[in-house]
């Protein structure tokens, strides 16, 4: 059912102190993308905070379970999870018809893509990755998913494991709110190493990134369940992803 737009007035201005650093030297890609001049302040304009809007037309019913998505003759392989949470403003207030999309490695640790350098990963001819639902009245999402797989990176020389994860993109009551992010899942010991979230500084932070357990949301001899919730801008906001991922996985060593 689509709901109406609410507006929230005016955003906060975006603290580009809480999220990571545009020009991280020893990840060679930010060298050529991040700015070299002082940043510029604008103002939003009616677009920046009213826009995108979204209904129920925009994602067909079944967007969001990725058990189902993609496969033809059967379900995929691997641990089936519930995978839910709200998507939150600045002041905490819920976010109704925000764009949720998602992606993500399949059991084995490989994605769907052809510059996906693991090829010893086996590809699941049941499961794509991608996924996006639009939140409902109370802010809140929910996709049906397995768990990915880590799976390897070399950075400067070092080989490291991705702590398993799973990509998001939001998009909320006003492009002022993309958040672009990864989450990770609680009580992965891949998380203390793993180099993408180690270039995170603020232990609270990367405590922001790591969905729970969430046995309330458990589906008896089907899932279990993990919450993330999401917050779009403000002082608490859930972090930007460090830009280095998507350079990782060009790196990555088969
Ligand atoms: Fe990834």
């Given at each position: 059912m689509a709901h109406a737009k609410r507006s929230y007035g005016a955003f906060l201005p975006?603290?580009?102190?809480?999220?990571?650093?545009?020009?991280?030297?020893?990840?060679?890609?930010t060298i050529l993308r991040s700015p070299r001049q002082p940043l510029i302040r604008i103002d939003p304009s009616l677009s920046d905070t009213t826009g995108p809007v979204f209904n129920s037309h925009d994602v067909a019913p079944g967007d969001n379970n990725l058990l189902t998505n993609y496969a033809t003759s059967g379900p995929p392989i691997g641990e089936r999870i519930v995978l839910h949470g709200y998507v939150l403003d600045q002041q905490g207030k819920p976010v109704p018809n925000a764009l949720v999309e998602m992606w993500q490695a399949n059991a084995g640790g490989r994605y769907r893509h052809r510059n996906d350098p693991y090829s010893v990963a086996p590809l699941d001819?049941?499961?794509?990755g991608c996924g996006r639902v639009l939140t409902d009245r109370d802010g809140h999402y929910v996709f049906r998913t397995i768990r990915p797989g880590a799976y390897p990176v070399k950075l400067g020389g070092l080989v490291d494991w991705r702590a398993a994860h799973i990509h998001f993109s939001i998009s909320g009551s006003g492009w002022a709110q993309r958040l672009i992010t990864q989450m990770y899942f609680e009580g992965d010991p891949l998380i203390q190493s793993c180099l993408v979230v180690q270039g995170v500084p603020s232990e609270s932070q990367i405590r922001g990134l790591i969905a729970r357990q969430d046995p309330s949301a458990f589906i008896i001899n089907d899932s279990r369940a993990y919450r993330f919730d999401i917050i779009l801008r403000g002082r608490h906001a859930t972090w930007f992803e460090p830009q280095t991922s998507h350079e990782q996985l060009e790196e990555t060593q088969s």
């Open positions: 975006r603290d580009h102190t809480v999220h990571p650093p545009p020009l991280t030297p020893q990840h060679r890609f001819p049941n499961f794509g």
